[in-house]
């Protein structure tokens, strides 16, 4: 299919985005640029639940899941666990999954959850 030679220059060109994306630094502890890190289950697994959570709080509490995920998200990041891209794609599945859920789910909007709660 792909010449190795023109692999291999796709690998350092996303290599070079992962290093100028850390600041330079590279990759923090010993996670690969390619490999078995991507996607963060850590992430897909908060995502979900903060989707599926949040539409049930009330107001302001509706943020707090979603301030949980971008912390696990930081936090595998900086201890070298996953790359940027690995977490914010892992939160994406579990956004996905937790939008299906809800589908199935017929999470009640605002305006009936109100309506509900005057009754």
Not at 34 to 43: D, K, P, Q
Not at 55 to 66: E, T
Not at 68 to 81: E, T
Request: aromatic share 6%; hydrophobic share 55%.
């Amino acid at each position: 299919m792909w010449e190795a030679a023109t692999r291999d220059q796709l690998l350092q060109v996303v290599a070079g985005v992962l290093r100028f994306t850390a600041g330079g630094r590279g990759s923090r502890g010993d996670v690969s640029v390619r490999g078995e890190s991507f996607v963060s289950g850590h992430a897909v697994l908060v995502a979900a639940l903060a989707g599926v959570i949040a539409p049930y709080l009330p107001g302001r509490w509706k943020a707090v899941p979603w301030v949980l995920v971008a912390l696990v998200m930081l936090g595998r990041v900086y201890v070298g666990a996953h790359n940027p891209l690995d977490v914010v794609c892992g939160a994406a599945l579990g956004v996905a999954i937790a939008s299906g859920i809800n589908l199935l789910l017929a999470v009640p909007t605002d305006a009936s959850h109100a309506r509900a709660e005057g009754a």
